[in-house]
Each structure stands twice: as C-alpha cells, then as structure tokens.
C-alpha cells in the first residue's frame, strides 16, 4: 500500500472519531476544528450518495466502453482476449493514478476502475488460459481459484479494499477445500489462521484499510469453519457445492453424526463466547448469527414444536433477552458491566438508519387490497384481502 | 487538544475497553418482533381449525393490548417535536402492538365480517392507527407502517417482497393511477409537517416513500407500446429531472439521486428505443454517463465550496 495513502487512511480515521465525540457533546466545536487542522485531509472524497452515484455512472461508461470493444474485435478471437487483458492492466493504471497523483479516496470514480480492473484481469487471463492450453476442467477451476487468490489479494492490499481481500479469502478457502481431506483442513488452517488475524487487526503498525482487511479475514475463516462442521452442510453438500465436487457428497459419516451434532452447536456459542472475552463485537455479531443459523438447523433435524409456536417463542425469547441485557448492563456502575454497555458510544443517540426504516417499511408492509378496473363487476375479492390470511 | 479525563476516555473506547452493545440489543429486538409477526401469521394460517377463531382473535387482541400498554406506559412525554423514548425497546415493542393489532382486526373481519363489503376499510383504521401511535410515540418505524398500510389501502403494495406494485394484473391504469396519488399525498404530507412545524422530522419518511411511489408508477409504464410508452418515458425524464433539480437545491441528495436516475432512465429509454445500431446504443451510455459523471463531480464541487 502507497505510503501517503496509508498515512491518508490513518488521519480520516481520527476526524472521523472526533466527528462522533463531537455527535455526542464529548468535545466542542473548538476541539474538533483543532484536531480537524492537526489531522488535515488531502484526498478528494465524496459523500455516500454522491460516492454510490459516481460509482453506478462511472461503470455505466466503462461497461459501454467495453461494449463498444467488443464489437469491434467480435472475431479476433485470442486477439480480443488479449486486448481486454490490456484494458484490465489500464484500468489498474487508471485506479493508481487517481489514488495517487489525483489523491482520489471513497471517491466512486477509483472503486469502479478498480472492481473492472480486477473483473478484466481474471477474466481475460482465464480466456486466454483456456484457449492456449485447453485444461481439464479441474485443471481450469483450480488455476481461476489461484488466479482470484493472487490478483484480488493484491488489489485489496494495494488499494486497501477489504472486499477484494475478503473474496481473495474465500477463493483460497474453496482452493482449499478442492483438496484431498478438503473439509478437515478447511476445520484446522481457518481455525489457526483467525487468532494472528485478529491479532494484526489490533495492530497499529498497519493502516487502517489493511486492519479491516484482516477482519474480513477472520470472518471468512470463521464461516468456513463452521461450514466443515455443520450437520446440514454435511448433509447437502454445502462445501461440495462450493468446490464443484456436489457428485461426491456423500452426508456426515455415521458414527460421526453425535460429533458433528454438537460441533455445529458449539462453534457459534464458542464463537460469541470468544467475542464477549476479548469485547470483539465483530466476533459477538459472527456468533449471533452462527447460533440463529444453528437453531434453525436444530429445528430442520428436530421436530421440538411446530413452526408458528417456535417462531412465537423464539421471538418472544429474544426480545425479553434483549430486554435482560439491557437491563443487566444498566444496572452496572457507569452503566456498564465487564467492559459493555448498552449506551450509545459516540454514536448518534437514536438514530434510525435509513436502512432500518427500509426493513421495517419492506418487511411489515400489508399486502394490498384488490383494484379493480372500472366497470368489472366479480361478486369475490375478500379472500387474502389486507392481511385477513395472517400476512399483515 | 484533549484533556487527561477526554484521552483516557477515549483511549479506552479506541483499545475496545468499552464496547456499546446497542447495535447488538436493536438487531435482537427488531429480530425478535419479526419471528413473532411470523409465527403469528402462521398461526392464523395453520390452526383455524385445531383452535377455533374466537380463541385466536382472543389471543391476537390479548397481545396487542398487552404491547400496547408496556409501550405507552415507557412512552415519551408528548411533543410535537422530537421526543425520543430513553428505553431501547420502546420502538420495537410499540412496533409489535401496531402489527398484532393489525393481525388481530384482520382476522376478525376476516372471520366474523363486522365490516361487510366495506371489509378493506380494516386497512384504513389500521393505518390511522398506526399513525396516532406513531405521533404519539415518537415513532418514524411505526410512522412507516401507517404509511404502508395507506398505500396498501390504496391498493398499493409498498414493499418489495410482497405483491410488486407494478404487477397490476388487469387493473393496470387504476393501481398506476392510485400509485401516483398516494405517491403525491404522502409528499404533501411531508410538506404539511414542516409547514406547520409538527414532526418535521417525519418528513423525509413520507417524501422518500412518496418519490419512490411515483417514479415506480411512472417508470412501470415505460415500456408500453406505441404512443403511451413514449408518454411515460419523457414523464419519467421531467418529473425525474425536476425533483433531481429542486432537490439540489435543497440539499437533499436522497432524493436528488432518486430524480437523477430517473431521468436517465427516462431520456436514455426514449433515445434507445428509437437506435436500432449496437454501437450507437454503446455510444449513447458511454457518452451521457460522461456528462453525467462530469455534472455529479461539478455539483459535488459546488456543494463543498458552498458549505
């Protein structure tokens, strides 16, 4: 990663952080423009509207750009392969030179460079791969699992895109899961790996991008490990799928069924266990998620009670949680209890997120009444109506 | 910069010494009212027979009315303006009582018809409701229900899970109609709320919701043949350009990128539909994606040098 860049990344992190204690009445007006002056901005960036819009237009014209290619080298065959190779190589040339000489970041303009850049470096490698030498399939998905692994980590280290490290993580797991004893060894290297990756997220010798990077590591890790021991991943094959080997799925062993019963119980409530420990919340969320994946597995595999009751109970069992913890936490000196609290930290107070707007509006939304167009006359239109078929 | 008791603080936030779990507790709540809202729609769905309709309406009733006080007993003092409730499960639960109540009086009419032919009228009341609750609380989530269910009322289906709005079956022109109008009314909505200085904070709820409806309702008919398509593609094109521009204006950059994306939708579908050529096509986006990249990046400028 270009030193200025990684220097840039370090000082928007910390006017960020003043921006939230400023939010919440830690500081005044007076210490933010200080900290605002010692930490100055030079990169051109945009707001998050602004970004999503340029990012859109900006693939618009590249993706028409390479249209008009296209067509134009339609029957050059090996030619065209190697010309759109070309175009990925510019792109990455386009990306570096907006990251640096024109000191671009979260600009929209640079992520779609890079995401085509990448896009066309994989691809068009792979085409002329396959047309010169003709691979065995296998041969094929192997040398594109390696292909994604080497260029994805690089853009993601060298730009500081923790996205392309993520996919880069995931191409090397699935690579990984190709080979003999795939599953176990996607069992063992995750669980080794996470520890030093959560570790160098912590670390202040990297930038900030790059700590990110490792967290997206960590969490692909974690969601591979639990695909290898995951009752039902077993049983469909899920990691088969994944590596193209689904004709060989076969279930869990037999005699190993009580083992991996419990292991896909286990590595969520170890996961959170892990999380609350070290205050990780990344970890906590990861285990959260986990545990909801594996009580809707225990519900597959065990009929304990019928659907609408356990999603009444389940509801209602995680709302009073939530109200408990919250509970539990205030009651604690400073409202807080072992490092936690359920106070806003230099976040908004209560800020409903767009998003969270969104869900609500798209999730609870009834379905709507019957129009009818004018002059038709059907004697029905009750049934299903504003929600009377329980859909409210 | 800091002083000794603001380093420590936040040196103790930025080492992970204290970690605000808020985010977690929201999810869990938010999680926890839509399994229940599940489970409930199973319920009515599955048991009709097995438990009998007055014992479900009684439970559906007994929930609702239970959320309902737990919710208004935490309640926020009123106020026109923003009053926040300072417990965290204030807007879930609040939330949950408006969605069992509205399960329950469904199901009633549903069952027991007290409502006649008038029976989508349930939909109304709920709506009403919802948004008596939703002044009354505080509450934007339950306002966007009130919203929805108005919308839904209208014969419109506001989300995207559920029956798409542009899926109008044989009623296209009225629901098109009805979209637009209810689109329009909850916009005015909007405008009525900052006027008179009562939950402006409302307002961007219903003007994005509002936007949204219209521009769908537009853009569904895009792609109707002869003159009609033509008539909503340069529809879409001004009213997109329009808000896009007036939305500029006002700072507003939600609604700007909805009104610029419209519009491109709308001048590039009236162009393209008439270029028979591959490379014209191509030409057509690589060329206005240009300009419209060169215009974002100027306003951008324009904005910062203004702030």
């Known amino acids: 990663m270009r030193d200025d860049l990684a220097a840039a990344d370090r000082r928007f992190e910390v006017r960020e952080a003043a921006r939230g204690w400023q939010r919440a009445g830690a500081i005044d007006e007076a210490t933010r423009a200080k900290i605002d002056a010692a930490y100055p901005d030079d990169r051109s960036r945009l707001g998050e509207i602004f970004r999503v819009l340029v990012f859109g237009f900006t693939l618009v014209v590249l993706l028409s750009a390479l249209g008009i290619l296209g067509l134009m080298v339609a029957s050059a065959g090996d030619k065209a392969a190697f010309l759109f190779f070309l175009c990925g190589i510019g792109l990455a040339a386009l990306t570096e030179a907006q990251i640096g000489a024109f000191r671009r970041r979260q600009g929209g303009t640079e992520a779609a460079t890079a995401f085509l850049a990448v896009l066309l470096v994989i691809g068009a490698s792979l085409w002329l791969y396959y047309q010169g030498l003709r691979p065995r399939d296998e041969l094929a998905i192997n040398a594109a699992l390696v292909l994604a692994v080497v260029v994805l980590g690089a853009a993601g280290y060298r730009w500081g895109y923790a996205l392309f490290v993520g996919l880069a993580t995931v191409a090397a797991f699935v690579l990984l899961a190709r080979a003999p004893f795939g599953r176990l060894l996607c069992a063992i290297v995750p669980l080794a790996l996470t520890p030093f990756v959560l570790r160098a997220s912590d670390s202040s010798d990297l930038a900030p991008s790059h700590r990110r990077s490792c967290e997206a590591i960590a969490v692909v890790a974690l969601v591979f490990v639990y695909l290898a021991v995951h009752l039902a991943s077993w049983d469909l094959g899920i990691l088969e799928v994944l590596t193209g080997h689904w004709r060989e799925a076969s279930g869990a062993p037999r005699p190993f069924r009580p083992f991996f019963a419990v292991a896909t119980a286990l590595v969520p409530v170890l996961t959170l266990a892990w999380g609350i420990r070290s205050r990780r919340r990344l970890l906590i969320n990861l285990g959260l998620v986990g545990l909801l994946a594996s009580i809707v597995t225990l519900r597959v595999y065990v009929h304990v009670a019928p659907l609408w009751l356990a999603l009444i109970v389940g509801g209602g069992a995680a709302i009073g949680l939530a109200l408990l913890l919250q509970r539990y936490l205030d009651s604690g000196a400073g409202r807080e209890r072992g490092g936690f609290t359920a106070e806003p930290v230099f976040t908004e107070p209560e800020g409903r997120s767009a998003l969270e707007l969104a869900a609500s509006a798209a999730s609870f939304a009834p379905a709507p009444r019957p129009v009818q167009q004018p002059g038709f006359q059907g004697g029905g239109g009750r049934s299903g109506g504003g929600g009377a078929t329980g859909n409210y | ?307």
């Not at chain 2, 109540?101 to 018809?113: D, N, P, S, V």
């Not at chain 2, 948004?131 to 919308?151: E, H, K, P, Q, Y």
Request: aromatic residues 10%.
């Open chain 2, 1 to 307: 910069m800091l002083t000794r008791k603001q380093t420590a603080l936040f040196g103790r936030v930025a080492r992970g010494g204290l970690v605000s779990v808020r985010l977690e507790l929201r999810a869990l709540l938010y999680g926890g009212v839509l399994a229940v809202m599940g489970g409930v729609g199973l319920l009515v769905q599955q048991n009709l027979d097995r438990i009998g309709p007055v014992a479900i309406a009684s439970v559906l009733w007994l929930g609702a009315l239970g959320t309902l006080v737990w919710a208004l007993r935490h309640a926020p003092p009123f106020s026109w303006g923003e009053s926040t409730s300072s417990h965290l499960a204030f807007d879930y639960i609040l939330l949950l009582g408006v969605l069992l109540t509205g399960a329950a009086l469904a199901y009633t009419e549903g069952q027991f018809t007290p409502l006649g032919p008038a029976w989508s009228h349930h939909l109304l009341v709920i709506s009403l409701f919802a948004g008596v609750l939703a002044v009354r609380g505080d509450s934007r989530m339950v306002a966007s229900i009130s919203l929805t269910t108005f919308a839904a009322w209208c014969g419109v289906a506001a989300s995207p899970f559920g029956r798409a709005f542009w899926d109008f079956g044989s009623a296209e022109g009225p629901l098109r109609r009805n979209a637009i109008v209810t689109g329009l009314l909850f916009v005015g909505l909007g405008y009525a709320l900052i006027r008179n200085g009562k939950k402006a904070h409302f307002e961007p709820l219903a003007a994005h919701l509002g936007w949204l409806l219209v521009l769908a309702a537009i853009l569904s008919g895009i792609g109707a043949r002869r003159g009609a398509g033509a008539a909503f593609q340069l529809g879409l094109l001004v009213v997109g350009a329009g808000l896009a521009f007036f939305s500029f204006r006002a700072g507003r950059f939600g609604l700007f990128g909805m009104g610029l994306v419209a519009a491109y939708i709308g001048l590039s579908a009236l162009v393209v539909s008439g270029i028979r050529d591959e490379f014209l096509g191509f030409s057509w986006f690589t060329c206005t994606g240009v300009a419209v990249l060169a215009t974002l990046l100027l306003a951008h400028k324009n904005i910062k040098a203004r702030s």
